[in-house]
């Protein structure tokens, strides 16, 4: 069985920083394309910044030179440094697994919320 869990959330104050991790079990990981996504109130859930298997990286315009999305593969796990945050990176991070192949098996977190005061 998969589970996915995110850690890290909390209040923080502008300019400050955070660091989230996302624990994977299972024999999932390595084979997957992982990715945060965020939910601010009110608003759709919307990609930040996904990894593939192999590394390869992409970001959300928003929060491009800021946040910088990591994977270690021996741990099962994927980190997200968020630097220079700013209130409108307040939100509800959802980590996201979805599995390489065909068909592909999408897995969620339960979320981590991240409060940032101006």
């Known amino acids: 069985q998969v589970q996915v869990v995110e850690s890290g959330g909390g209040l923080v104050q502008a300019g400050g920083s955070l660091r989230l991790s996302c624990a994977v079990s299972?024999?999932?990981?390595?084979?997957?394309?992982v990715g945060w996504y965020r939910q601010a109130p009110g608003k759709q859930r919307g990609l930040v910044a996904h990894i593939t298997n192999d590394g390869s990286t992409h970001y959300e315009d928003s929060v491009k030179g800021r946040f910088t999305i990591s994977r270690d593969n021996a741990k099962n796990t994927m980190y997200l440094q968020m630097n220079n945050l700013n209130p409108e990176d307040t939100g509800v991070y959802y980590c996201n697994v979805a599995t390489l192949g065909w068909p592909s098996r999408n897995y969620w977190g339960q979320g981590t919320q991240v409060t940032v005061s101006s």
């Open positions: 299972g024999n999932i990981f390595r084979i997957s394309v």
